[in-house]
Nanobody, 124 residues
C-alpha cells in the first residue's frame, strides 16, 4: 500500500519561503515519478513540479520557475518542494503524487497515488 504524507504547509507573508515535504512509503520508488500539484479554491488542480526518481530529471510549471525547486532524498524516500519568493497567488492546497516513471508529468490522470494535501497560504 503506497502512502504519501505531506507536511510543511502554513501561513507566510508574500516574499517569504516554505519547504514542503512528501514522505513516501509502501514500495521501492526507483521506477517512479514524484510530483507536486496544487489546487486553489474554485480552480482545477494544476501541475507544479516533478522529478524522475531514477536519474533525477526535474520539471516545473512556468508559473513557478526560478522560485520553486523540487528535490529528493532517496535514503529517506522523501521529496521536497522549496518555495521562495512566494506570492498570494501561490495560495492553495499542495498535493504530492506519484506514478510510473514514464508518465506525462502534467497529466493528473496518470498518477496512481496522491497524498492528502497541505495548505499553503500567502498573505499580501
Amino acid at each position: 500500500q503506497v502512502q504519501l504524507v505531506e507536511s510543511g504547509g502554513g501561513l507566510v507573508q508574500a516574499g517569504g519561503s516554505l519547504r514542503l515535504s512528501c514522505a513516501a512509503s509502501g514500495r521501492t520508488f526507483s521506477s517512479y515519478t514524484m510530483s507536486w500539484f496544487r489546487q486553489a479554491p474554485t480552480k482545477e488542480r494544476e501541475f507544479v513540479a516533478a522529478t524522475r526518481w531514477a536519474g533525477g530529471s526535474t520539471y516545473s510549471a512556468d508559473s513557478v520557475k526560478g522560485r520553486f525547486t523540487i528535490s529528493r532524498d532517496s535514503a529517506k524516500n522523501t521529496v521536497y518542494l522549496q518555495m521562495n519568493s512566494l506570492k498570494p497567488e501561490d495560495t492553495a492546497v499542495y498535493y504530492c503524487a506519484t506514478g510510473l516513471v514514464g508518465l506525462r508529468v502534467g497529466v493528473r490522470s496518470e498518477y496512481a497515488y496522491w497524498g492528502q494535501g497541505t495548505q499553503v497560504t500567502v498573505s499580501s
